[in-house]
C-alpha cells in the first residue's frame, strides 16, 4: 500500500510521519518549496515532541519521502489532503475550503484508474465537503466512474498539539465516513497496524465523520468554558473551582478531562471550528444559541483576564513591570495562534504596564509583539521575574510548575502572583509570603 499526504503542515506532516512509521510507503507532498527542501534535510517547520525522530528515521529507510511534485501520487493507493482549512476573512466565521478546493482539482489530473485511488479527508471540513468533492471530481473526470475507479473517504484527525504522535499511536477512536464497501474494506487495512491496540474504528457516512470532528472540538470547547463560567461563580461566592471539577469528573458521564480552568481556550483548533460549527448552522436556517455562546464566552473570558490583572493591581498598571511566563496557547509547543496572550499582552500595555516576557519554546513568532516596545523578551524565567511588580503565569509549561519559589519572592520588586493555570496551591502560597490569586477562587 502506497499513500500520498498532500500538505505537509502540522496534521500532514504527522500524518505522513506515522504512516511511515507502520510501514507504509509514504510520500509527502507540498507546493512549498522551501518547506520541502527542508524537510529532506529534516528540518521541521514545527516544534512537536517525537516528530523529528520519526522523520529521520523514515527518511533514512526511505519509507516517507518529500516532494513538491504532485505527480507523484500517480502510483498511490490512497491520497490524504492535509491542508489548512482556516476561518474566511469574510467575518461569517466559514472554514475556507479553498485550498481543500484547489488540490481536488490539483489530483483530479493525476488519478490513476488502475489503482482504484481513495481521496481522503484529514483536513477538518464542514459537514457536506465531501459530498462537493465527489461532484467537482465527477466533472473534472467524466472519463472516471466514481465509486469504481475512485473513492472519497472523510477520515478526521483527533491529534492534539504537544502529543501528536501518541495520539496517532494511540488514538481513543479512528472515525471513517465511506460511501461504499471497497473504501471501507481499504481504511481497515490501512489502520490494521492499531489492531493490535485495539483502538476502535468507527465506520459512518461520510457526512457524519465530517461532523463527529466538529461536535467533538466543539464539545471539548464548551466544557472548558463551562468551567471557565463555574470559576467566575466560585470568585464570586466562594467554593474552590479545582474541587468542584473533581467532584464533576467523578461522575463516569462527565469525566475528569478537559475541566482544567484557564485564560480560555485557544490554538489553531477549537476558536476555528466552533466558529465553523456555528457558521454552519447560520448557513442552513438552524439557530445555534449553544455554540455562539461559547465562542462569546471565551472571547469575554480574555477581556476577563484583564481586568482580574487591573483589580489585582489596584487599577494602577502605569509604570508597573509584569512577568508574563507563558504566552503559547498550550504547553509543549510554539504555537501562539489565537492564544489568550494575543489580547492580554497589548490590553496590559494599553493599561501603561511594562511587560518581561518568558516562554521555554516561543522564540521565532516574538515578532507579533514587536510593535510593542512596552514588551521585552527574556531568555531566563528568572530575567523577567527580577524586579516585577507581578508575576503571570499565563501558560503552565512544567519549567514554572517547578519554579523556585523562594528565589521568586527574593527577587519580586512585590510579591504578587496570578496564576491562570492554578499551577500551584493556594496555602503553600500564601505560606510562603505571596499576595497570590489563581483563577477560581475567591479573591
Ligand atoms: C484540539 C483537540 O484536543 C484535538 O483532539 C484535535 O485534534 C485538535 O484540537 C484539532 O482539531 O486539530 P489542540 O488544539 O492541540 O487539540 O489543543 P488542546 O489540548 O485540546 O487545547 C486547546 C485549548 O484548550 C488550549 O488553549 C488549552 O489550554 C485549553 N484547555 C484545554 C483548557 O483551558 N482547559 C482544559 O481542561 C483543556
Wanted: charged share 25%; aromatic share 10%.
Amino acid at each position: 500500500m502506497k499513500i500520498a499526504v498532500i500538505g505537509a503542515g502540522y496534521v500532514g506532516l504527522v500524518t505522513a510521519a506515522c504512516f511511515s512509521e507502520f510501514g507504509y510507503k509514504v510520500v509527502c507532498i507540498d507546493s512549498d518549496k522551501n518547506k520541502i527542501k527542508n524537510l529532506k534535510k529534516n528540518i521541521i517547520p514545527i516544534y512537536e515532541p517525537g516528530l523529528f525522530d520519526l522523520v529521520k528515521k523514515n527518511t533514512n529507510s526511505k519509507y516517507l519521502e518529500f516532494t513538491t511534485d504532485l505527480k507523484s501520487i500517480n502510483d498511490t493507493n490512497i491520497i490524504f489532503i492535509a491542508v489548512g482549512t482556516p476561518t474566511t476573512r469574510r467575518g461569517d466565521g466559514e472554514a475556507d475550503l479553498k485550498y481543500v478546493f484547489q488540490v481536488c482539482n490539483d489530483i483530479s489530473f493525476n488519478l490513476n484508474k488502475k489503482n482504484n485511488q481513495l481521496i481522503v479527508t484529514k483536513s477538518t471540513v464542514p459537514i457536506g465537503t465531501g459530498a462537493l468533492i465527489i461532484k467537482k471530481l465527477k466533472n473534472k473526470r467524466k472519463d472516471l466512474v466514481y465509486g469504481e475507479d475512485y473513492h472519497v473517504v472523510s477520515n478526521p484527525e483527533f491529534l492534539r498539539e504537544g502529543s501528536a504522535i501518541e495520539d496517532f499511536l494511540r488514538p481513543d477512536r479512528v472515525v471513517c465516513g465511506v460511501s461504499n464497501e471497497y473504501s471501507k474494506n481499504i481504511m481497515s487495512k490501512l489502520y490494521r497496524p492499531l489492531n493490535l491496540r485495539e483502538a476502535p474504528i468507527l465506520f459512518t457516512d461520510i457526512e457524519s465523520a465530517e461532523l463527529i470532528k466538529y461536535a467533538s472540538n466543539s464539545f471539548l470547547a464548551m466544557k472548558i468554558s463551562f468551567i471557565n463560567e463555574m470559576a467566575d461563580l466560585c470568585e464570586k461566592v466562594g467554593g474552590n473551582v479545582q474541587q468542584v471539577a473533581k467532584g464533576m469528573g467523578l461522575d463516569n458521564r462527565i469525566g475528569p478531562k478537559f475541566l482544567h480552568p484557564g485564560p480560555g481556550f485557544g490554538g489553531s483548533c477549537f476558536p476555528k471550528d466552533t466558529r465553523a460549527l456555528n457558521a454552519s448552522f447560520k448557513k442552513n436556517g438552524i439557530k445555534s444559541t449553544l455554540i455562539k455562546s461559547v465562542i462569546e464566552f471565551n472571547e469575554n473570558r480574555k477581556i476577563n483576564m484583564v481586568n482580574k490583572v487591573k483589580r489585582l493591581l489596584d487599577y494602577r498598571l502605569k509604570g508597573k513591570t509584569i512577568a508574563f511566563l507563558g504566552v503559547t496557547f498550550k504547553p509543549n509547543t510554539d504555537d501562539i495562534r489565537e492564544s489568550s496572550s494575543l489580547v492580554i499582552i497589548p490590553a496590559l500595555v494599553k493599561a501603561g504596564a511594562i511587560l518581561k516576557v518568558h516562554d521555554p519554546a516561543y522564540t521565532k513568532y516574538f515578532n507579533h509583539f514587536k510593535e510593542f516596545k512596552e514588551v521585552k523578551w527574556n531568555r531566563s524565567v528568572f530575567n523577567a521575574i527580577k524586579d516585577s511588580d507581578l508575576v503571570i503565569i499565563h501558560t503552565e509549561w512544567n519549567e514554572y510548575r517547578a519554579l523556585d519559589l523562594k528565589k521568586t519572592k527574593k527577587i519580586l520588586k512585590h510579591p504578587n502572583i496570578l496564576d491562570l493555570r492554578n499551577i500551584f496551591n493556594k496555602s503553600e502560597m500564601i505560606k510562603l509570603g505571596f499576595n497570590y490569586k489563581s483563577i477560581g477562587n475567591k479573591e
